[in-house]
């Protein structure tokens, strides 16, 4: 699942450590979920189930993205 692969990624787990973890997995299983998760953060909006606060991302006039939470 992408969210396994995210949340070993996020408590600082390594590539070589996550596969190690879950045999099944490939390199290109990695990839493909970093992919996933990027494509969800250009959608523009996502909720934070821990938060309960909603996260907007916007680009400033510079073009530099960050979130702003509401």
Do not use: W
Not at 22 to 33: E, F, G, N, R, T
Not at 51 to 69: L, Y
Request: proline residues 4%; glycine residues 6%; negative net charge.
């Amino acid at each position: 699942m992408v969210s396994v692969i995210l949340d070993n990624i996020a408590t600082g787990s390594d590539r070589p450590q996550i596969l190690a973890s879950y045999l099944s997995l490939k390199p290109q299983d990695i990839d493909a979920a970093l992919a996933y998760a990027a494509e969800l953060a250009r959608e523009g909006t996502m909720d934070l189930p821990l938060e309960s606060q909603r996260v907007k991302f916007k680009t400033d006039e510079s073009g530099r993205s960050g979130c702003h939470f509401t």
